[in-house]
């Protein structure tokens, strides 16, 4: 864990000293649902985004947070984390290093670290369409909850497009799948954001998320319907 972090440290502070000077731009979700009477649950969804884009560079810093407690128990707690380092050798293609980590231990897992290097291409990129392609290959580990560890060399693909319908709504939808010999894992979100301000808007999205290859009792599918709010700035 701390060597991974500390490798995840220096990238990132590499990338930097030979970004040139760029701003960063980000965004919030936040999603709060909480019900009484009969039924006493409290759920809390929230993501975070970050993107430094300049000429040669570009760093992605992405996070999410999902739990949800009725008055007995925590019925769901997942969390995610990445980064990745794009290198552009033109105005469509890049080089990027991805690394992630994430947690759900009502899925079984305890923790996931994945490395990946690979190639990007920018497929479409005007005032209506934008669509992106990754394509990589790259080593994971799991530690299935209690005790079982699982390592494997793995490859993924992901594709991100983007409609945009209106001046102020945007319909998205991402794919990836990444996996090997212990199993893949694919993730599919498709969403609709509506602009309600310059700096706020509402998000409406559905994601699912499914692994080959899961613990005895667990399932293989899992999906998720979120409203939220979204920051941006």
């Known amino acids: ?52 884009d300049i000429d040669r560079f570009r760093t992605t810093l992405e996070g999410s947070v999902l739990n949800s407690s009725d008055q007995v128990k925590t019925t769901a707690e997942k969390y995610t ?12 293609s890049y080089v990027l290093l991805r690394l992630a980590f994430d947690s759900d231990r009502f899925a ?52 991100d497009w983007k409609w945009f319908m209106t ?21 599919s979100v498709t969403s609709l954001q509506q602009q309600i301000n310059e700096t706020l808007s509402s998000k409406i999205a559905f994601s699912a998320e499914h692994t080959s290859k899961v613990p005895v009792g667990v399932k293989k599918l899992n999906t998720e319907m979120s409203v939220t709010l979204v920051l941006a700035y």
Not at 86 to 92: C, R
Not at 167 to 187: C, I, M, P, R, V
């Open 167 to 187: 001046e102020h709504t945007t319909l998205a939808q991402t794919l990836n799948t990444e996996g090997g010999k212990e199993g893949f894992l694919s993730h």
């Open 108 to 159: 079984g897992i305890k923790t996931r670290y994945v490395e990946t290097v690979g190639y990007g291409r920018t497929l479409l990129n005007d005032d209506v369409w934008h669509g992106n392609m990754e394509i990589g290959v790259g080593s994971r580990q799991t530690q299935l909850i209690p005790s079982q560890r699982k390592n494997d060399v793995i490859a993924r693909a992901s594709t």
């Open 1 to 52: 864990m701390l060597k991974w972090l500390v490798a995840m440290g220096c990238i990132f502070s590499i990338s930097n000293v030979y970004a040139e000077e760029g701003e960063w731009a980000s965004n919030v979700e936040l999603g709060y649902v909480q019900t009484g009477g009969n039924t006493q649950t409290k759920t809390i969804h929230s993501k975070l985004k970050s993107i430094l």
């Open 81 to 92: 984390a990445s980064l990745q380092e794009d290198w552009k050798f033109s105005k469509k």
